[in-house]
């Protein structure tokens, strides 16, 4: 049901959401240098990273249903949630690629055709690179809005993967990846729903 009437519109800048954004990896360089990381540093690092992207790039995913059912808009915040979530995308990324593998490209690319979790991360990945390099303004008016709508639904195929990703790189069945997989069949059932 929406509110028609009742639009929560917050009047925030922008850059207090870049700010708080960059909380969680500020947070973990203090980590780094002062705190502990626990036993194996570089897992701990790498699976925070994943979690951020992926709980940025749900709330990106939330922000349309959220306005249409709710009326709280916070569409003027979607680009920098957007890219929040892929600045961690690429920190988990680095971490993998930099300190859990050495960057020992053979080791990777055995990585990416022989485990289908990171296969599937890899996709993600690649699917939100042109989201990212189209997401100032110059590229918006270069390739057009309509053009740029469309483009931008890579993000739908690009959050299923990151959360399917997560299912499966876990041996067992724990409850978090299914809950991340679960919000993420909504969000995106929603808009198949709504045809939004
Ligand atoms: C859309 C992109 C991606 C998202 C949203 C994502 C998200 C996640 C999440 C949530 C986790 C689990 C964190 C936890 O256990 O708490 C994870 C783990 C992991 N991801 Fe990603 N990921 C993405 C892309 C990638 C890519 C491109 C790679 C490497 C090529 C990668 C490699 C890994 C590895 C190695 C782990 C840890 C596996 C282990 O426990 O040993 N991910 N990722």
């Given amino acids: 049901m929406a509110i028609a009437n009742l639009r929560f519109q917050p009047r925030l800048a922008t850059w207090p959401v870049y700010l708080a954004g960059l909380l969680p990896a500020l947070w973990y360089v203090y980590q780094i240098f002062h705190g502990d990381l626990g036993a194996d540093p570089v897992k701990t690092l790498e699976h925070a990273m994943g979690e951020w992207a992926l709980r940025f790039l749900i709330l990106g995913l939330a922000i349309t249903p959220l306005r249409r059912e709710f009326g709280i808009s916070l569409l ?39 485990r289908p979790y990171i296969t599937i ?43 399917v990703h ?17 919000i993420v069949l909504m969000l995106l059932g929603w808009r198949v729903w709504r045809r939004a």
């Fill in 76 to 114: 003027k915040y979607r680009r920098a949630v957007g890219l929040t979530a892929f600045l961690y995308v690429v920190l988990h990324l680095l971490v993998y690629l930099l300190l859990d593998q050495g960057l020992d490209w053979a080791a990777i690319w055995a990585d990416i055709i022989k």
């Fill in 121 to 163: 991360g890899m996709a993600g990945f690649l699917l939100l690179l042109p989201l990212a390099g189209t997401s100032f303004n110059a590229a918006i008016r270069w390739i057009g809005g309509r053009n740029w709508n469309r483009l931008h639904k890579l993000v739908y195929p690009a959050v299923l993967a990151g959360a």
């Fill in 166 to 182: 997560y299912v499966l790189l876990v041996k067992s069945w724990p409850l978090e990846p299914l809950v991340y997989l679960g």
